[in-house]
C-alpha cells in the first residue's frame, strides 16, 4: 500500500470513529433519567401505600432480595428478616407510618437510585405523631422492577398538628419535572 493511499483513509476513519463514540451516547440521557426518576417516585409511593393497606406479599414485592434496613445502626438483612421485624407495623398492630417522596435522584448507571422523603409515624395508643425522614436506595432488579436494596431513617421527634397538616399537604403522587 502507497503512502497517498493509506492517508486517503484517515478522513474516512476519523468519520467512522466519530460515529461510532456517537452510537455510544444515549440520544437523550436526560429522558431516560426522568422516567427512572418517576418509575422510582411510583414504587416508592406504592410501597408506602403496601404498608398502608397492611398487604405483606405487596410490601414484600418492593424488597431486594439481598436488602438491608437500617444501615444506620443494627442492621436488618434480607427480604425475609425485614418482612418478620416489619409484620407488627405491616399488620397494623404497632405505630402506623405512612410516607412519600420528595426527592428521586437516579445515579449514572440508570439501575440505582435515591429516594428520600418524610416519615410520619402515629401511636394508635395515644393518638401523638412523630416526624421523621427516610432515605432509601432503590435497584432495578434483573426483572426490570425497581426494588429497595437499602434504607434508612431519621429518628422522629414529635411534631403538632400544624406538621401532621403540613406533611399531608406535601405528598405529590405525580412526579415532578426535575
Known amino acids: 500500500m502507497t503512502a497517498g493511499l493509506r492517508l486517503s483513509w484517515l478522513p474516512l476513519l476519523a468519520v467512522l470513529a466519530t460515529g461510532a463514540r456517537a452510537a455510544e451516547t444515549p440520544a437523550a440521557p436526560a429522558a431516560a ?6 418509575a422510582v417516585w411510583a414504587r416508592e409511593l406504592g ?3 403496601a404498608l398502608a393497606r397492611h398487604d405483606a406479599e405487596a410490601f414484600a414485592g418492593f424488597l431486594h432480595a439481598d436488602a438491608v434496613f437500617g444501615v444506620g445502626h443494627q442492621p436488618t ?3 425475609a428478616a425485614i418482612l418478620a421485624d416489619w409484620m407488627p407495623l405491616i399488620e397494623g398492630k404497632a405505630l402506623e407510618l405512612r410516607w412519600y417522596p420528595e426527592r428521586v435522584s437516579v445515579g449514572g448507571d440508570g439501575r440505582t437510585a435515591y429516594s428520600s422523603g418524610p416519615a410520619l409515624y402515629r401511636n394508635p395508643k395515644d393518638g401523638s405523631y412523630r ?6 436506595v432503590w435497584q ?3 426483572d426490570g422492577q425497581w426494588r429497595v436494596i437499602f434504607d434508612d ?3 422522629p421527634a414529635p411534631v ?7 406533611f399531608e399537604a406535601g405528598r405529590r403522587d405525580a412526579c415532578p419535572a426535575s
Open 77 to 79: 438483612r434480607g427480604r
Open 131 to 136: 416526624l421523621g425522614r427516610f432515605g432509601s
Open 47 to 49: 410501597f408506602a401505600d
Open 160 to 166: 403538632d398538628e400544624a406538621g401532621v397538616k403540613a
Open 33 to 38: 433519567g426522568d422516567a427512572a426518576r418517576c
Open 153 to 155: 431513617g431519621v429518628r
Open 140 to 142: 432495578q432488579d434483573a
